[in-house]
């Protein structure tokens, strides 16, 4: 298995820029969960899909922040427009879900750097 | 609702050394599971080790155990024998059961404790 894979590893982009972070899960994973990564912050969870469905997205900083997830494959975070306060490193996880024990696959995570 | 706490924002040892890492939890929930992963320079998170709260004797995998004890609410890792390698951040983690009492399904994160290995 390849693991979570999630594109691109690195994001430099300009203010009022739209960045899209990709992510693909584990197959056969239910759960995905995206988070955000800060110094300041530490790992903050944004949204979280249970079969695709969001389930909890409280913790999307504010309305320039969307996250979709169309099929059991595939799942973006879009920022739209992007601030220079959004740069972080962005995780995608999956889990399988259905028991306590079952713990979370990370993706690399996505560098975003907005000038 | 569930809170994880990591006391250590920096620990050193030497190599070879044995080490823990504290984590204390907070949940009004019976049934969870707790989780340490390590974040090493490159950036990943990477799973080491799992504890329930109903499992009787203390979690080992290789040179990592966890010293769980339930009454005082703290799972810490312990890493025997510590490599060079091994210097990284710890994240301790919990997820509960939803459930009346509210449980989250979603895991909670400590802030991590940066661990340092000395030659």
């Known amino acids: 298995d390849a693991g979570v894979i999630q594109s691109p590893r690195h994001e430099v982009t300009e203010m009022g820029q739209e960045v899209t972070l990709r992510c693909k899960p584990i197959?056969?994973?239910?759960?995905l969960f995206w988070y955000r990564q800060t110094m300041m912050r530490g790992l903050e969870l944004l949204i979280y899909?249970?079969?695709?469905?969001?389930?909890?997205d409280s913790g999307m900083p504010e309305d320039r922040f969307s996250a979709k997830m169309p099929n059991a494959s595939f799942s973006t975070l879009k920022i739209q427009p992007s601030e220079p306060r959004d740069s972080a490193v962005y995780f995608c996880?999956?889990?399988?879900?259905?028991?306590?024990?079952?713990?979370?696959?990370f993706g690399s995570g996505t560098r975003l750097t907005v000038v | 609702a569930q809170k994880i706490t990591q006391t250590q924002p920096g620990m050193f040892v030497q190599e070879k050394e044995a080490v823990t890492l504290d984590c204390t939890y907070d949940?009004?929930?019976?049934?969870?599971?707790l989780f340490w992963y390590k974040q090493p320079s490159s950036g990943e998170m990477i799973f080491l080790i799992y504890?329930?709260?109903?499992?009787?004797q203390n979690a080992t995998e290789g040179r990592y155990s966890l010293n769980f004890q339930k009454a005082r609410k703290s799972a810490n890792l312990v890493i025997s024998a510590s490599q060079l390698g091994d210097s990284a951040m710890y994240f301790c983690?919990?997820?509960?059961?939803?459930?009346?009492?509210?449980?989250?399904?979603?895991?909670?994160f400590g802030r991590g404790t940066s661990l340092i290995v000395h030659p």
């Open positions: 197959s056969g994973h239910n759960s």
């Open positions: 504890q329930g709260s109903y499992d009787e």
């Open positions: 899909f249970n079969n695709n469905v969001p389930i909890d």
């Open positions: 996880a999956s889990s399988l879900g259905g028991r306590l024990s079952d713990g979370y696959t």
């Open positions: 983690a919990m997820r509960a059961r939803p459930g009346a009492s509210g449980g989250s399904y979603i895991p909670t």
């Open positions: 949940t009004s929930d019976q049934s969870y599971g």
